[in-house]
């Protein structure tokens, strides 16, 4: 008899962990497919984080950027999750529902206004060396350029998600999110170490995780190798860029 691990509080505990985790990115994949602004500021905040590994913005000016991004997206979804609400209750005119509505749209605005000023501040400096000296590409540390390549998959893979309509965030559909992440994981320790040991292990792991996913009847081969290519791709070529 086979033992049952979730007898264990710490297993537990991270099958908790993870399925949370999983309903809170559908959510952010419902989100995605069913409102064309969160796709907006998904593309928005996409192609900012990589202007600002470009052009080489401070570490604190980053962090600015990220959570003024970050919190735009959570005001979207705020706004989104307070209209589905809106609607499931009533389907004739309210005047309260149009006051909830007009308040969480301007959240929004408010939200989208503090942050169009953040950037302003942060990248208009850049902007100006960009006309003075013309354009240039700032080197990264190989572990920075894994996070952000870590990050752009999620987001195009959500994107490609909520465009396909099908499958959810982290189970079905185009492509595979698994596939993606596994195989961006394992280019990126192709750069950042020599050591053949642990690169064979990262390739069966990824090899692993992709193959399960086709076995177990969630994806299939075109939805797993379009995930490997969209993970390694990306990768390959941040690094090639930043590195």
């Known amino acids: 008899m086979g033992m049952n691990w979730r007898r264990f509080?710490?297993?537990?505990?991270?099958l908790r962990w993870?399925?949370?985790a999983s309903f809170a990115i559908d959510g952010i994949l419902h989100a995605t497919k069913s409102q064309r602004h969160i796709k907006f500021h998904l593309l928005s905040a996409f192609t900012v984080l990589f202007l600002c590994f470009v052009?080489?913005?401070?570490?604190?000016?980053f962090i600015a950027i990220s959570m003024v991004t970050l919190l735009v997206i959570a005001a979207e979804m705020f706004n989104s999750a307070i209209e589905a609400v809106v609607d499931s209750k009533t389907s004739q005119y309210n005047?309260?529902?149009?006051?909830?509505?007009?308040?969480?749209?301007?959240?929004?605005l408010v939200c989208s206004v503090g942050a169009a000023i953040v950037g302003y501040l942060v990248l208009w400096p850049y902007m100006i060396r960009l006309l003075d000296e013309g354009p240039w590409i700032s080197k990264h540390e190989p572990e920075n350029i894994a996070v952000l390549a870590l990050i752009m998959v999620m987001v195009t893979v959500i994107l490609?998600?909520?465009?396909?309509?099908?499958?959810?965030?982290?189970?079905?559909g185009f492509?595979?999110?698994?596939?993606?992440?596994?195989?961006?994981?394992?280019?990126?320790?192709?750069?950042?170490?020599?050591?053949?040991?642990?690169?064979?292990?990262?390739?069966?792991?990824?090899?692993?995780?992709?193959?399960?996913?086709?076995?177990?009847?969630?994806?299939?081969?075109?939805?797993?190798?379009?995930?490997?290519?969209?993970?390694?791709?990306?990768t390959y070529l941040l690094f090639l860029i930043f590195l």
């Open 55 to 61: 052009i080489g913005v401070t570490k604190f000016e």
């Open 95 to 108: 005047e309260w529902a149009r006051i909830a509505k007009d308040v969480s749209a301007g959240a929004v």
């Open 9 to 14: 509080p710490i297993i537990r505990g991270v």
């Open 175 to 234: 492509p595979s999110g698994h596939a993606a992440l596994s195989f961006s994981v394992f280019v990126s320790v192709t750069r950042i170490t020599d050591m053949q040991i642990v690169i064979v292990l990262f390739l069966a792991a990824a090899l692993a995780v992709t193959l399960s996913r086709f076995f177990m009847k969630i994806h299939t081969l075109l939805e797993l190798a379009t995930g490997v290519v969209i993970g390694s791709g990306i």
């Open 160 to 172: 490609l998600k909520s465009y396909s309509g099908k499958g959810r965030a982290l189970r079905g």
């Open 18 to 20: 993870f399925r949370s």
